[in-house]
């Protein structure tokens, strides 16, 4: 088995005079989660038109499972798309067998899974009825349901979740998770870094049309720390700052005393530990990770700073 499922090199697409991807390059590994991430207007949707055939790139390549991307492999591709198509004056179980059909399956296969994901949604009162009668989080509902119903070998939800309230967010959810464990690879494009850490296997960071992070997200979110830690103590015991770590805060919570520390670079876990545990009772010691939304913010603005000090250079 191929470790990637699918790898974009060197992509790069122009519109007029906007450069929407310069030299972008992704690796999708097989059967997981992989977070397109960034700003709107970045170029994700752009990458994700390529590797649908939608468009073709103005130079680089992209490889589906092993081999150079071809028109067939479109069948394999589940896409659904931030702008939702479905036809508003079509009744919604007439065109979701339609639109299965032209994915390759045929009407009674596409009858039978397509009463399976309706009776799982709760949707199957809204069969006979028109799209336009529906909600719009119904209407997605609906859309998700058309997108995963071939069983594709890829699926690219693209901001799956606008729109939903809470509820519907969080079925989505798991269905994505379970999805994956069917074994489907899914690329995840989105803005909103809400979802990223509880779904997402790996990431890249798209900003100004050009990856500007890539990798494992806990490996990730390691890049990013800043030697922060929790810690807790018995609850008379209290924390005196040292050469070791300073305070950052401090509260009361569940019979502990919780404090957020942060410790010098060149002090070992082990060390810290040992000095706290001689003179207090330590009931609990945990590393404080930067979130996936924290890494967004940092590394999208360092970016902006960059572009905009290359943009003087230019200029001048």
Not at 55 to 82: C, M, R, W
Not at 132 to 160: R, Y
Not at 229 to 257: C, P, Q, T, V, W
């Amino acid at each position: 088995m191929n470790e990637f499922f699918l790898e974009a090199q060197d992509i790069i697409k122009c519109y007029a005079n906007h450069k929407a991807l310069d030299g972008v390059s992704i690796k999708v590994p097989q059967g997981k989660v992989f977070g397109l991430l960034g700003p709107n207007g970045a170029g994700k949707t752009t990458l994700i038109r390529i590797i649908n055939r939608i468009t073709a790139p103005d130079s680089g390549k992209v490889y589906f499972n092993g081999h150079l991307s071809q028109p067939d492999d479109i069948y394999n591709i589940g896409y659904l798309p931030e702008e939702r198509g479905l036809y508003k004056k079509m009744k919604v179980g007439e065109q979701a067998i339609y639109l299965a059909q032209l994915k390759g399956l045929d009407k009674r296969e596409a009858t039978k899974r397509l009463k399976e994901w309706f009776d799982k949604f709760e949707i199957t009162q809204w069969w006979d009825k028109k799209l336009e009668e529906l909600s719009k989080g119904m209407q997605q509902k609906v859309q998700f349901v058309i997108t995963v119903l071939h069983k594709p070998q890829l699926l690219i939800f693209d901001e799956p979740f606008s729109g939903f309230d809470p509820v519907n967010a969080e079925l989505l959810k798991r269905e994505i998770l379970e999805l994956k464990n069917q074994g489907h690879t899914i690329i995840f494009s989105t803005h909103n870094m809400s979802s990223v850490e509880e779904i997402c296997d790996n990431i890249a960071l798209i900003n100004h049309s050009h990856v500007v992070l890539q990798g494992e997200v806990n490996e990730v979110r390691s890049q990013f720390k800043t030697n922060t830690y929790r810690l807790g103590l018995h609850m008379g015991d209290e924390l005196s700052a040292n050469s070791m770590f300073e305070i950052l805060s401090s509260e009361e919570k569940g019979g502990e005393h919780i404090y957020t520390i942060k410790k010098s670079s060149d002090i070992s876990n082990s060390q810290l530990l040992s000095s706290i545990a001689a003179v207090n009772e330590v009931t609990s010691f945990s590393e404080c990770l930067p979130s996936m939304n924290e890494i967004f913010i940092r590394t999208v603005m360092k970016n902006e700073e960059l572009k905009i000090k290359s943009d003087f250079i230019h200029h001048y």
